[in-house]
């Protein structure tokens, strides 16, 4: 079969399969398979050009540029169709029907009691200048128990019972938000300003007032001159914040290894005004603003000068400042994941 013939056989069969083509994919692959410059079928016809007599090699030369110009005319004019197309389909995903009546509102979610306590917090401690920073709840030994003033025979680990990993006795799921009072020392250095909001894990016998899984919000200044005092203002400026000013709170003598001397800040129990229910063990008050002066040794843990910087850290309990706010009995409702519960918020 002479060159000319087979170039036409060529033009034959790549017009209709351009024209059929679906897609941008298939269009390049048959560009490629006709007009690539090193295999492609045409291209490889055209090698035969030097086999042929000077008369024959004009005639079949000619022949085969009209059939490529054919071929490239077919190949940019499918690909003009295929652009239309998409064009045409995007605009019509994105058609805007203005007779249409207005759709019915969608139903909304609702954000978790915790988290808009949460959010209430941190809008209130960074208008003070304070940073927010997060931690792993997956921690070591060292910053969870070690680093916070609490060696590994120390009786204040009771307190704490908690889970650990099997196989991995140095790290612990963290039972308080505290262990980044450490790393931000670490970090940072002082002065230090920061809030620490995070879920905690121990191993607790649930009640209306105790579950295994609960969020605090830990707080740590350092500077120099810091005192107690300090520390109850901000204890009072987040009462007046969450509850309305001139909510009482109280602070009682209590010991925390990591803090000396330390109080737990407590507020009048919401369900019963202060007489006494089982909510607040019967006393009228919930503990929910535990802190004190930070421990020498947990500063130097930090890499801070004690003779230098004092501090205060507090560990609220995020999840008790929620059950206040919105008078929810059972600290277990909020873990349930109940729609019934969650949809009130």
């Known amino acids: 079969m002479d060159l000319p013939t087979r170039i036409e056989q060529l033009k034959t069969g790549a017009l209709p399969a351009i024209k059929a083509v679906k897609n941008k994919t298939q269009l390049e692959e048959w560009e490629n398979k006709l007009l690539s410059r090193k295999s492609g079928q045409l291209t490889e016809l055209m090698k035969d050009l030097k086999d042929l007599s000077e008369a024959a090699r004009k005639e079949a030369g000619k022949l085969a540029n009209e059939v490529k110009f054919q071929i490239e005319t077919a190949l940019a004019g499918k690909r003009r169709e295929l652009e239309q197309s998409e064009w045409s389909a995007m605009i019509e995903r994105e058609r805007v029907d203005i007779t249409q009546p207005a759709l019915p509102p969608k139903e909304r979610g609702h954000f978790h009691p915790n988290t808009i306590i949460q959010r209430e917090l941190e809008d209130l401690f960074t ?25 590994a025979t120390h009786p204040a680990r009771d307190m704490q019972d908690t889970f650990y990993i099997k196989g991995h006795p140095n790290w612990v799921m963290r039972t308080h938000t505290s262990p980044v009072q450490v790393r931000a020392m670490q970090k940072f250095g002082a002065p230090l300003r920061a809030i620490v909001p995070g879920k905690c894990y121990r191993n607790e ?60 800040g407590e507020l009048t129990c919401f369900l019963c005004a202060g007489k006494g229910c089982r909510v607040c063990n019967h006393t009228g008050w919930l503990e929910v603003m535990p802190g004190g002066m ?49 949809e009130q918020f």
């Open 205 to 264: 016998a649930t009640d209306p007032r105790h579950e295994h899984t609960f969020y605090q919000l830990e707080g740590l200044v350092i500077d120099q001159g810091i005192t107690f005092a300090q520390m109850k203002g901000v204890f009072q400026a987040v009462a007046d914040h969450l509850y309305g000013a001139g909510t009482k709170i109280r602070l009682m003598p209590k010991y925390y290894p990591f803090v000396e001397p330390g109080a737990r």
């Open 294 to 342: 930070v421990h020498p040794n947990v500063l130097k843990e930090g890499g801070i000068d004690p003779q230098q910087y004092q501090g205060f850290a507090f560990g609220f309990g995020l999840t008790r400042l929620a059950m206040l706010k919105y008078g929810i009995e059972d600290i277990r409702l909020l873990e349930s994941g109940k729609l019934k519960f969650l």
């Open 127 to 151: 208008s003070m200048g304070f940073m927010v920073l997060d931690g792993p709840e997956l921690e070591s030994d060292y910053y969870n128990f070690t680093a916070l003033n609490i060696p």
